[in-house]
Every structure is written in structure tokens, then in C-alpha cells.
């Protein structure tokens, strides 16, 4: 008989892990104790919008009991603790609180259950937890918002952090991960903490090191769409990197990981000068459309302002460390502000108003800013933006519009462009 998987916490990190146990035929206990959750979930209320999240929830919900009572984890051999790391405005993470809900959750499990901690937890968190080294896991999360559950039910790899010096794998757990029919990677607990975070680091200088080069582009003749698919090329870099300029480091894991790494290079006395360039080009780069508006002494102007895209990145409904909104809070302090996003949070700005299509945005705005490059702006017609850019100025930084010879008059502004020549 198939044993039945255990999942504590049932935040974005957990419903997306969930699936993958249900698409490999496993039986899920899904608990969180917000009752309010557990309730929304057995009525198909699924707050995360993900590719295939609520389908793949609905179509199985059968092999899943949703529950706000401990208890029930008794039944489960495998138990995956997935609740979100909580942190502050300065991305400080709130480890107490998963220490002590990891603590209360270990009350209820049986001597023999493995334990995997998912959670990003700081280095040698794990080591500490007072529970059967042997059946005590650290695996490494690397979703990404918007692709997510492919993410979760096809990784490259799976990293594990273990307790033992042999690096063996509980028999049960075993059998789960080698399902997942990809290369296993065990290694002790502190090395799969760090290991993650030098994932989200590594993520991070490929970003840098693209935002340094598109502000030599903007500064001389130099195109970064040309760049961009010579490097594509490079087996070393290749295609899957991140070579697409973005607005700084953006959405709540890397910019927590940056922070853990500082506070790391603090504790142990480093002198990092490395995790301070990326700070840097992060905070330049996220003044980048307010620096174009001010370039073109838009700031001096009462303009309506249209912006297209509010989530922190396309496929995600998230807001938090959006760039959208702090443009948002900076515009809106002068001007007026019209939005909208396909999928993102609900939020509320004074002088912000959210609309219902893209059309609504254009006849109602002056100048066009696209912050977030969802595949329905790349389908925007240049008749439409001829008729409605009243200013004939777009700000789009991703280069979501490519063929621009379509859009008289309108002039463009994207990164690793000179946009003043």
C-alpha cells in the first residue's frame, strides 16, 4: 500500500510541492492552521495563481484531505514542512516563527516519520532541530513564480541537506524522489542551506552583470538585443541564463537572500565588496524609468500616466517588491496613475486607478509605461497606440513591443538602448 505524504503549511511553497506528490499517485495530508484556508481550499478556493496549480488541485482532490488538525500528519511516513519564510521590509527573514511552528509541528509526528524542512531557512537552522538525524532532510526549493508547479513536478535536480556522514536516504523517501526520475544530490545540511542561496545569488550577478552592460549600451551605439543573442550562443552562458535586463533584483527570495548573505559576511567578518555592486546596480536600476521620465522633463508636467503590468514579473500575481507599484507611489504623489495587470493583488494607491483592460489604460493616459512584459502586451496594435498615445511616448524597459517601425510618431524607450540619440 502507497504510503501518504504530509505537507505543513499551505503557502504558494507548499500547494505548488503538493501537486507533484499528487501527480506521482500519492495520497496528500494537506494541513495549515488557519482554518479560514482549509475551508476556502474544500470549496476550490485557491488563492495562488499558477499555470495548472488549480486544475491539477480539483482534478485530485480526492487523494487529498485538507486539514487545520495536527493530528492527522500521524498518518503520513513522509511529511514536507513548505510554510513560507516571513520577512520584513528589509528583507530580514522571521526564522523565530518557523522554529516555533516546527517545534509545535514535530508534537504530532511518529518517531520513525521523515522530516523535510523546505522552508529557506538560515544556515545551520537544521542541524538544530531536535528530531531523528537520520529522518531529518533539508531539500532545496527552486521554484519560480509563474512556472512553478513545472518546477515542482519536473526539476533538473533535487538537493538534499542530510544529518548522516554517509549522505544515506531514508528507504521511504527514496522511493518518493526517485520518481522524479532526475539526479540526486546529497550533501550535509549546511551545504544545502548555502547552496541555495548561491543559486539566488548566482541568479542575481547574471542580472548584474546584464544591467552593467545595457548602461553602456544606453550610453553609446551599442544594442543589447544584438549582444543578448551572441551570448545566447556561448555554451558557457546559453540560453537559459539570465541575460534579459530587468529593473533591478525583484520579488522576495533574492532579495532575502542578498540580505542573509550580508548579514553572513557580517557575522564572519567578510568584506564583500561583490554582494554591495549588486545592491548597487539593483537601487540605480530601479530608479531607471523615473530617471527617463526626469530625462525628458516629464516630472516638471501634469501628464496622466498609463501603466501596464503591476505583478513583480509576468505569470505571478505577486506584488510583493514590485517595482510597478514603488513607480506607482512615486508618480501618483504628483499625477494621476492608471493600471492594469492580468493577475495581480488587489492593492490600494491615493490617486491610483485600477482598470479593467488595456484599452481603458490607453484612452485614458498621456504617456504609456509597460513595467511587467505579459504576453498580452506584445499583442497591443500599433493602430490603437497610434490613436491613443496622446504624447506618442512609451516607456517599455523589456522591449515588449518589438516590431516598432509599425507605431508612427511614438517614440521608445527600453534598456540596453541609447534612447537619446
Same mark, same amino acid.
Given at each position: 500500500m502507497s504510503i501518504k505524504i504530509g505537507y505543513i503549511g499551505l503557502t504558494h511553497l507548499g500547494m505548488n510541492y503538493l501537486t507533484s506528490s499528487l501527480n506521482k499517485n500519492y495520497k496528500v495530508v494537506a494541513y495549515d492552521e488557519d482554518k479560514k484556508k482549509i475551508e476556502n481550499l474544500k470549496n476550490d478556493i485557491i488563492e495562488y495563481n499558477e499555470p495548472k496549480l488549480r486544475e491539477t488541485i480539483i482534478k485530485k482532490k480526492n487523494r487529498i484531505k485538507f486539514t487545520n488538525n495536527p493530528i492527522d500528519l500521524k498518518e503520513c511516513k513522509i511529511i514536507f514542512f513548505s510554510q513560507d519564510v516571513e520577512t520584513d521590509i528589509k528583507n530580514i527573514s522571521n526564522i523565530k516563527k518557523i522554529k516555533t511552528n516546527i517545534n *509545535? &509541528?514535530?508534537? #504530532?509526528?511518529? *518517531?520513525?516519520? %521523515?522530516? %523535510?524542512?523546505l522552508s529557506q531557512v538560515s544556515l545551520g537552522f537544521t542541524r538544530k532541530i =531536535?528530531?531523528?538525524? +537520520?529522518? $531529518?532532510?533539508?531539500?532545496?526549493?527552486?521554484? %519560480? #513564480?509563474?512556472?512553478?508547479?513545472?518546477? &515542482?513536478?519536473?526539476? @533538473? +535536480?533535487?538537493?538534499l541537506g542530510t544529518g548522516n556522514k554517509t549522505n544515506e536516504i531514508n528507504s521511504h523517501y527514496n522511493t518518493y524522489l526517485k520518481k522524479f526520475n532526475c539526479p540526486i544530490i546529497t550533501m550535509n545540511y549546511e551545504s544545502a542551506e548555502l547552496t541555495k542561496k548561491a543559486i539566488n545569488i548566482f541568479l542575481c550577478a547574471s542580472i548584474t552583470a546584464t544591467n552593467q552592460f545595457t548602461e553602456l549600451c544606453e550610453k553609446t551605439n551599442a544594442d543589447w538585443e544584438q549582444i543578448k543573442n551572441a551570448l545566447i550562443m556561448d555554451k558557457r552562458i546559453g540560453k537559459y541564463s539570465y541575460i534579459n535586463p530587468a529593473l533591478g533584483i525583484t520579488g522576495g527570495n533574492l532579495e532575502r537572500d542578498i540580505k542573509s548573505i550580508e548579514e553572513l559576511n557580517k557575522k564572519f567578518n567578510i568584506n564583500n565588496k561583490f554582494i554591495q555592486s549588486i545592491n548597487l546596480f539593483s537601487k540605480l536600476k530601479k530608479e531607471w524609468v523615473i530617471n527617463i521620465i526626469k530625462k525628458m522633463n516629464l516630472d516638471k508636467q501634469k501628464i496622466k500616466y498609463g501603466i501596464l503590468g503591476l505583478s513583480y514579473k509576468k505569470n505571478?500575481? /505577486?506584488?510583493? *517588491? /514590485?517595482?510597478?507599484?514603488?513607480?506607482?507611489?512615486k508618480i501618483s504623489k504628483f499625477n494621476k496613475v492608471f493600471g492594469y495587470d492580468p493577475k495581480a493583488r488587489s492593492f490600494k494607491i491615493?490617486?491610483? @486607478? +485600477?482598470?479593467? *483592460?488595456? =484599452?481603458?489604460?490607453? %484612452?485614458?493616459?498621456?504617456?504609456?509605461?509597460?513595467?511587467?512584459?505579459?504576453?498580452? #502586451?506584445? +499583442?497591443? @496594435? /500599433?493602430?490603437? $497606440?497610434?490613436? #491613443?498615445?496622446?504624447?506618442?511616448?512609451i516607456i517599455d524597459p523589456y522591449n515588449v513591443i518589438q516590431d516598432k517601425k509599425k507605431f508612427k510618431n511614438i517614440r521608445f524607450f527600453s534598456l540596453g538602448k541609447n534612447n537619446f540619440i
Open positions: *509545535n &509541528a514535530l508534537k #504530532f509526528l511518529k *518517531n520513525d516519520s %521523515v522530516f %523535510v524542512v =531536535k528530531f531523528n538525524k +537520520r529522518n $531529518l532532510y533539508y531539500q532545496v526549493e527552486t521554484l %519560480v #513564480f509563474g512556472n512553478a508547479v513545472n518546477r &515542482a513536478n519536473h526539476p @533538473e +535536480r533535487i538537493i505571478t500575481d /505577486s506584488l510583493k *517588491n /514590485s517595482t510597478s507599484i514603488k513607480i506607482i507611489k491615493s490617486n491610483f @486607478e +485600477r482598470l479593467l *483592460n488595456i =484599452k481603458d489604460v490607453l %484612452v485614458k493616459s498621456d504617456i504609456l509605461i509597460i513595467m511587467t512584459p505579459w504576453d498580452e #502586451f506584445k +499583442r497591443i @496594435e /500599433s493602430k490603437v $497606440l497610434n490613436k #491613443f498615445m496622446k504624447k506618442k511616448i
